[in-house]
């Protein structure tokens, strides 16, 4: 659980051009979030293509490629497992 400090919030005014706003509405509708939800992931995680949501469709991918490689090696399947979960590892 945060702590209370954690959970302030401030309203701010932004500006942005309208293309900017459209493709942050566009992504928010995709991913069914709010636009400040996208405008928070953006910039808490600027610099980092390991935002929640891209670490979220790894880990997914990992899952898949293990269950596939499980019918044919359970061996390789945990090595493949081993090394998708260096990436939890800080």
């Known amino acids: 659980m945060r702590k209370k400090e954690e959970l302030k919030t401030v309203r701010k005014t ?3 051009t309208e293309a900017t706003d459209k493709d942050i509405e566009q992504e928010a509708a995709k991913r069914g ?3 400040n939800a996208v405008i928070n992931e953006r910039l808490n995680h600027p610099t980092s293509e390991s935002s929640p949501a891209q670490v979220a469709k ?3 991918f990992v899952n898949w490629v293990v269950k596939m490689m499980a019918d044919y090696s ?3 399947a945990h090595l493949v497992e081993a090394e998708g979960n260096k990436f939890w590892t800080f």
């Open 14 to 16: 932004v500006l942005m």
């Open 33 to 35: 979030i709010s636009a």
């Open 58 to 60: 790894f880990q997914n």
């Open 74 to 76: 359970l061996e390789r």
